[in-house]
């Protein structure tokens, strides 16, 4: 899990010793604060639901297993209207935490390639202690769900008419490229 500063809006810590063996399920639903909260800290005009439903189990003796489904309901700036948008998120979470020295956290080198498959199962993330924030977890999940450029439908950015042509480059180096151009 990667180090974070501040607190999540929707921290929500386990101890990793203390899982039951068929393990533990968790609801994170934001609250009001926390809401606007999450709404500043990724630059939205509201959040206006935030709700995951996710188990946590034991994962080979030290590691930890979380899987679950994170639910949204975004409102964000059009790019190019700037006008509300509101979006839902719907976001299928899966992380598996080992702690931190595990050689389950390494990729091991066999014959000195290193094997990596894009489709299989990211390696664990680490992490220190005997505690995790899996609302901190949820909360990258959020995070990456949201779109970086909403757009509303039919927007578009039109090109000026004022716009000046392009100015045709001069002098021996440009002369050499277009010399060169010419041949090919």
């Given amino acids: 899990m990667t180090a974070r500063h501040q607190t999540s809006p929707v ?10 063996q068929k393990g533990m ?38 590691g930890v297993r979380i899987t679950g489904t994170l639910r949204a309901d975004i409102t964000q700036s059009c790019v190019v209207t700037l006008d509300p948008l509101p979006a839902g998120i719907e976001e299928n979470l899966g992380a598996t935490l080992v702690p931190e ?3 389950l956290a390494r990729n091991d080198i066999e014959g000195g390639e290193f094997v990596l498959d894009a489709e299989g199962p990211d390696l664990p993330e680490t992490f220190s202690g005997d505690t995790i924030d899996v609302g901190a977890l ?19 950015v039109e090109a000026s008419a004022d716009s000046e042509p392009a100015v045709e480059e001069t002098g021996p180096l440009f002369e050499g490229l277009r010399k060169l151009g010419q041949k090919s």
Avoid: C, T
Wanted: net charge neutral; no cysteine.
């Fill in 11 to 20: 921290s929500f810590r386990i101890n990793v010793h203390r899982l039951p």
């Fill in 25 to 62: 399920p968790v609801a994170i639903e934001a609250d009001a604060a926390a809401r606007a909260a999450l709404a500043e800290a990724h630059d939205l005009l509201s959040v206006e639901r935030f709700h995951a439903e996710l188990m946590v189990r034991q994962w080979k003796n030290s």
């Fill in 101 to 103: 020295g595990s050689r």
């Fill in 138 to 156: 949820v909360e990258e999940f959020f995070s990456l769900a949201i779109d970086p450029y909403p757009r509303k439908p039919g927007s578009a």
